[in-house]
T-cell receptor, first 116, second 109 residues
Framework: GAVVSQHPSRVICKSGTSVKIECRSL??????MFWYRQFPKKSLMLMAT?????????EQGVEKDKFLINHASLTLSTLTVTSAHPEDSSFYIC????????????FGSGTQLSVL | LAKTTQPISMDSYEGQEVNITCSHN???????ITWYQQFPSQGPRFIIQ???TKVTNEVASLFIPADRKSSTLSLPRVSLSDTAVYYC??????????FGPGTRLSVLP
């Protein structure tokens, strides 16, 4: 099946610093990528949708200046958490859309962000 | 977007067949039904997808009645490693896929 690579898997940073998370589709081109956030024992919350070469579309309540998304190529999307604070600590997951007649989402392994 | 409803949790024993039903009463004509599995601290994993009737792969079966207002994921002979959260998603290309709370399956020895 299609593989989505997400790095890093875990990051610990100090409050006020910025953290970049990469999401790559390894064996297919993904026109659309999605970023989710997940709290312990909760479901995934969609943060934003990114399309290659255009600005990301953010869900209501998600600060676009705090969560910068760049989708520079058909295989790479990045999420940068700027000026991170402890409340940004969470599990972040990316997914890439593969359309083969119908659409499937393939997910990265997730990034656990801990802000001290 | 079609809203989905699933049981919050289910318990089963090893070797049993598990059926998880998802309700999606306002499913649209172009929508597909997709099920994902998620283990703690991992991204969801695609299990199976269907549009109507029955779909089977090496992992599971998906049953969809003619009115498509619900679907049932069937896991044959579950093992302890099938303990996970299972999500049912309904949508089509170009939509933003929103996850419901999912079903937390616990397989007991």
């Amino acid at each position: 099946g299609a593989v989505v690579s997400q790095h890093p898997s875990r990051v610990i940073c100090k409050s006020g610093t910025s953290v970049k998370i990469e999401c790559r589709s390894l064996d297919f081109q993904a026109t659309t990528m999605f970023w989710y956030r997940q709290f312990p024992k909760k479901s995934l919350m969609l943060m934003a949708t990114s399309n290659e070469g255009s600005k990301a579309t953010y869900e209501q309540g998600v600060e676009k200046d705090k969560f910068l998304i760049n989708h520079a190529s058909l295989t790479l999307s990045t999420l940068t958490v700027t000026s991170a604070h402890p409340e940004d600590s969470s599990f972040y997951i990316c997914s890439a859309s593969l359309r083969t007649g119908n659409e499937k989402l393939f997910f990265g392994s997730g990034t656990q962000l801990s802000v001290l | 977007l079609a809203k989905t409803t699933q049981p919050i949790s289910m318990d089963s024993y090893e070797g049993q067949e598990v059926n998880i039903t998802c309700s999606h009463n306002n499913i649209a004509t172009n929508d597909y039904i997709t099920w994902y599995q998620q283990f703690p601290s991992q991204g969801p994993r695609f299990i199976i997808q269907g549009y109507k009737t029955k779909v089977t792969n090496e992992v599971a079966s998906l049953f969809i009645p003619a009115d498509r207002k619900s679907s049932t994921l069937s896991l044959p002979r579950v093992s302890l490693s099938d303990t996970a959260v299972y999500y049912c998603l309904v949508g089509t290309y170009g939509q933003n896929f929103v996850f419901g709370p999912g079903t937390r399956l616990s397989v007991l020895p």
